[in-house]
């Protein structure tokens, strides 16, 4: 999408020069480039048709006809959208003062920077590209939002053991973990059973403190700090790509059911690497770029948990969480487009 986005910016270079006498003089200055500019109008225009993209998957049915019945390549398809949102962009350019655009395009810039500073740098992961022209720009334009849970919540590592978790918090946890060691061989078992062939599986008990499934009453009950729990299943020599996730209002809480005796099943986050043979546990911060590996010949099952971040005002934080239910719904729908949820 990106190479395409950069190819319709480069078509579009005589248009952007038709205005750019217009932007020195609104802007006052003559330091404008058209590399700049294109390189403005490649991360607006690549934010705006990745949403699009996730708003059709997320169910925009009756749109997905309407345009899907007019019959075209698929590449041509692709090439209307690029152009109709770059002619958005050059609209607003036109009609709207300079700095009514430049000044929130700057300030998410320095957010999204500041965000994405958190991650380890150096490493194979291609952080800063995912992070502004990839799977990472939504978790860019809510890096505002990211950046307000940091300040109400305590400082704490972006990977976590269990023992660094509040005593109230890790109590939960292990009520949590002591059912699911239990009945770890019945929950495998259940998702053996329902097993369609798909490379990922979610099997789910409780998301954002709804209940989705009772038949063990130590995942469904009310807590203070657990607020979803699922089972995540990888087929073999099945993994997910690097990709960061959308909110930081909670941490994220994996627990392998039954660790296989490879190096080649993990999760990678950042240049931390876990290899759930050696420590089945394990605590991170998932807005960070993270990926999930199943590289042996067997299923992986992991429980997937979400914990609210330790904060002093707790309480606050939870009625944010609340309040954002629907849209935290949808965006993991988007997000777990992928995955079968049995």
């Known amino acids: 999408m990106i190479a395409s986005i950069t190819t319709a910016s480069v078509k579009a270079d005589d248009v952007m020069r038709c205005f750019i006498a217009w932007l020195q003089k609104i802007g006052g200055c003559k330091c404008f480039h058209i590399s700049i500019l294109r390189k403005v109008f490649c991360s607006v225009g690549s934010s705006l048709c990745y949403l699009i993209g996730k708003l059709r998957a997320a169910g925009c049915v009756v749109w997905s006809k309407v345009w899907n019945s007019f019959w075209m390549p698929k590449k041509f398809r692709r090439i209307l959208r690029i152009a109709a949102v770059s002619a958005v962009v050059a609209l607003l350019f036109y ?3 300079f700095w009514v655009l430049v000044a929130p395009i700057l300030a998410w810039l320095v957010f999204g920077i500041i965000d994405v500073a958190r991650n380890d740098m150096g490493g194979e992961a291609p952080v800063v590209k995912r992070y502004f022209f990839g799977n990472g720009i939504l978790t860019w334009l809510l890096s505002p939002f990211n950046l307000l849970m940091d300040l109400l919540s305590k400082r704490t590592g972006r990977v976590l053991v269990i023992e660094d978790l509040p005593e109230d918090m890790r109590g939960e946890v292990e009520v949590m973990l002591d059912a699911v060691r239990r009945e770890k061989e019945n929950i495998i078992e259940r998702i053996q059973q329902k097993n369609s062939g798909n490379e990922r599986l979610m099997l789910m008990y409780k998301w954002y403190d709804q209940t989705v499934d009772a038949s063990i009453p130590e995942l469904s009950r009310p807590y203070r700090y657990i607020k979803t729990i699922g089972v995540s299943t990888f087929q073999p020599k099945v993994g997910t790509k690097y990709h960061y996730g959308p909110l930081r209002i909670t941490y994220r809480l994996l627990y392998n059911l039954s660790p296989v005796e490879s190096d080649d099943v993990y999760i990678d986050v950042g240049r931390t690497r876990n290899i759930w043979r050696d420590s ?18 067997e299923m992986r099952y992991c429980m997937f948990v979400d914990l609210m971040r330790p904060s002093p005002v707790l309480g606050l934080t939870t009625a944010i969480l609340h309040s954002l239910g629907m849209l935290l719904k949808s965006l993991n729908r988007l997000f777990y487009k992928n995955w079968e949820f049995i």
């Open 95 to 97: 009609l709207l003062p």
């Open 280 to 297: 089945p546990c394990f605590i991170f911060d998932d807005t960070l770029m993270h990926r999930s590996v199943n590289d042996s010949s």
